[in-house]
Structures are given as structure tokens and as C-alpha cells.
């Protein structure tokens, strides 16, 4: 039991940064689709994928990365966004190419879940927590360019949570602040909890495998039937999209998991507290402006396609230019 509060709490960010911050989902806290469905769905393959990096001693950047687009996947087998475009629309809003939603496929499986949904969730769980694995502390380290960053991401992303709670003042606090109340109280219960426990055991494992497996069947026949590909190219990109990551990957090195309590050079608590109000602001300001909200977001959802491809060329570039340097 004592490993629940922490492992609740990664999977609670996984949802806010997810979820909340996309405005796909609203008060899922109070919402039996968001308990029973979306948050375990979320909390599944995080700690699935994480079990996995942590085992193969492939825990750097690059490396969590791919792991994030392993899980962003997902969205091919259950909701099949990644051909079938987004639940309100008639279709992928950039057409196709190879079976796959031009934009869909890049903001989703190539930026959004690979880093809100995993990369994301691990930083600010080891930043509360106080510990973090050795590779990641140089990311944790504090900077001004790091934190104007952060509060630029923080004002562009209050517009999808303003949209996604259709401009509603209430219900967009109520978002943001019902999953800030529950992270608070996970994490008083969870400091100085180490990542590498979060990690189930063989039984456990064998179980967390079992359920996505499992997920990813009834869900695939029978969420959304009419969603189903009935020609053959959009499979076969996704089994390459598979391929091409899990190729990576094994190419990739392995590092060494150990983990290190964080100084006063990293960020805190007390500097993820003081990004709240950031947050809070922009999404008032984001639902009292909806006209100017949507121009924004348009433009921040389109250069997020961008955003994703370079950063899964930077990455297998750095894989391979690494795996190189030692031949």
C-alpha cells in the first residue's frame, strides 16, 4: 500500500498535463468515464513503459521519448484518431498520407503524448519527490530561458484548456484546480519516494500487461466500430511506426539507473507552486477572450506538427550519431 500514493500521483500529473491541459478532459475526477477509463489508461503505460526503461537501463531523454511515442500508439488501437481524425470531427483536418492524419499523427504520437503524457509527469513527479535518476538532474537544473519557457507554454496551452471547457470560466478552473487539489494531497504522501519503486514487480507486470492487452482488443471491436480501417495502409504505417521506434531503441545504449537527491540548483516544489498562478491567469484570460483564445490555439496546434517532427529528428539523430561515436 505504500506504493499507491506515488504511483497515483505520477499517473494524476499524467492526466493534468494530458488530458487537463489538451482539454480532452474536464473534471474527469467526478466524471465515471475519467476514473474508470481514462485514468487508468494513462496510468497503465505510464508505469508500463516506464517499468520497461527503467529494466533496460534506458532512461536518457532520447530514450524516454521513444518510449512516448510507443505510448502515444494507443490512440491508433482505441480511439483510432490517428486515422479517423478527432471524436467531433468528420475527419483527419489535413487529410491523410500513408493511411495516417497528417497533423494528427505528428502533434499526437510525435509531440503531445510522448511529452505531456510521459516525459512530462516523470520530470514533475522527481521534482516533487526531491529525487530524480542521475541523467535527468542537468534537465532539472533551474535557468532563466527554462523558466520563461515554461510560462510561454503555460499561456499557449490555457487555450486548449479554455476550449476544451467550452470557454466556461467555472469549469476551466474547476479542470485545473481539482487535479492541482489531488496532486497536492498525493504528494504529501509521497515525498522522498523513489522512481525506481514505482516499477511493479514480475506479477505485477505480467497483470499491467495483461490489462492493456486487453484494453487494446475490447476496445479496438467494440469503441467505436465504424472507425475501423478497411483497407490495409493505415495498419501497416502504425506496425512500421513500431518498428522504426523499437529499432531505435535497442540501438540505443543503455545507461545506469541510479538515483540522486536534488539541490538547490534544481527545481522544487516551491518552483512548480509558483508556475500555479501563471496558469491559473491565462486560463481567466484565455475564457474571457475566446475570440483571440482560438487564433491562438489554431497556431499553437499547427506548430506543434512542426514541433513534433524536429524533435523525432533530433532524437533519431542523436541515436544514431551515438551509436556511431562507438564504432
Known amino acids: 500500500m505504500h506504493k499507491l500514493p506515488p504511483i497515483l500521483l505520477i499517473g494524476t500529473l499524467s492526466m493534468l498535463f494530458a488530458e487537463v491541459f489538451s482539454g480532452a478532459s474536464q473534471t474527469w475526477f467526478i466524471n465515471g468515464w475519467g476514473i474508470l477509463v481514462t485514468f487508468p489508461l494513462y496510468l497503465a503505460h505510464l508505469l508500463f513503459f516506464l517499468a520497461i526503461a527503467l529494466r533496460t537501463k534506458r532512461t536518457s531523454l532520447s530514450q524516454l521519448y521513444l518510449f512516448g511515442v510507443l505510448f502515444a500508439l494507443y490512440e491508433a488501437w482505441i480511439t483510432k484518431v490517428l486515422w479517423s481524425g478527432y471524436m467531433d470531427s468528420e475527419g483527419p483536418s489535413l487529410g491523410t498520407f500513408l493511411g495516417l492524419g497528417m497533423a494528427e499523427f505528428p502533434i499526437l504520437v510525435l509531440f503531445w503524448h510522448p511529452v505531456m503524457s510521459f516525459i512530462v509527469p516523470i520530470f514533475v513527479f522527481e521534482i516533487l519527490t526531491g529525487k530524480a535518476l542521475v541523467q535527468h538532474t542537468p534537465i532539472l537544473k533551474k535557468s532563466c530561458r527554462k523558466t520563461i519557457v515554461i510560462c510561454m507554454f503555460l499561456i499557449l496551452v490555457s487555450s486548449f484548456i479554455a476550449n476544451g471547457n467550452g470557454f466556461d470560466l467555472i469549469s476551466a478552473n474547476m479542470a485545473v484546480g481539482g487535479s492541482l487539489l489531488i496532486i497536492a494531497g498525493l504528494h504529501r504522501l509521497s515525498k522522498g519516494v523513489d522512481m525506481t519503486r514505482l516499477v511493479p514487480g514480475r506479477r505485477g507486470f505480467t497483470l499491467l500487461s495483461g490489462y492493456l492487452l486487453l484494453l487494446y482488443i475490447v476496445t479496438f471491436i467494440f469503441l467505436l466500430p465504424e472507425r475501423i480501417p478497411t483497407t490495409l495502409t493505415p495498419y501497416l504505417s502504425i506496425v512500421a511506426s513500431y518498428v522504426i521506434v523499437i529499432a531505435l531503441l535497442v540501438r540505443s545504449g543503455e545507461g545506469t539507473v541510479q538515483t540522486v537527491k ?21 486560463v481567466i484570460m484565455a475564457c474571457s477572450v475566446p475570440e483571440i483564445s482560438m487564433n491562438v490555439l489554431m497556431v499553437t496546434y499547427f506548430s506543434l506538427m512542426v514541433l513534433g517532427m524536429t ?10 550519431k551515438a551509436k556511431m561515436s562507438k564504432i
Open 262 to 282: 536534488l539541490d538547490t540548483n534544481t527545481y522544487s516544489t516551491r518552483n512548480v507552486i509558483m508556475f500555479i498562478p501563471v496558469l491559473i491567469f491565462a
Open 311 to 320: 524533435l523525432f529528428g533530433i532524437v533519431t539523430r542523436n541515436v544514431l
